[in-house]
């Protein structure tokens, strides 16, 4: 049979007043109960990136950028030039699914189109 749960000061433990049997005369033992708490670690995230070619019309991409990314119109203008210009360019970061189902999303609306766009994702 178990006693009640005490809170002891600032500790982290929870102590526990337990009935063993057998144990001496008045037949109460004592016993720490931890919470072990759970590291929550940060999941990795990666860039989805454009790639530049030579017959993606301009305005294609910035739709893509404004539909997929939600980027406005100025934004997607820009990051447009950026690759258009660098030959690629970030369109956003993001955790792996959320990544990979924005790299799918655009190769399959370009495909849809007949447009060449890549887009990729990397490891940041």
């Known amino acids: 049979m178990n006693g009640p749960l005490v809170s002891v000061g600032s500790l982290p433990a929870v102590t526990r007043m337990a009935r063993r049997q057998g ?15 759970p590291k929550t670690k940060r999941p990795n995230l990666y ?5 530049n070619d030579d017959y993606t019309p301009m305005e294609f991409v910035v739709h893509v950028l404004e539909r997929f990314f939600n980027k406005g119109r100025d934004e997607a203008t820009r990051i447009m ?22 790299v799918t999303q655009v190769m399959d609306f370009a495909r849809k189109h007949q447009h060449p766009l890549q887009c990729v994702m990397e490891k940041k």
């Open 47 to 51: 860039r989805v990136l454009l790639l």
């Open 23 to 37: 144990e001496g005369d008045n037949g109460v033992g004592t016993g720490i109960v931890t919470k072990t708490r």
């Open 81 to 102: 030039l950026h690759v258009h210009q660098n030959g690629v360019g970030e369109c956003g970061i993001y955790t792996y699914e959320v990544a990979e189902t924005k």
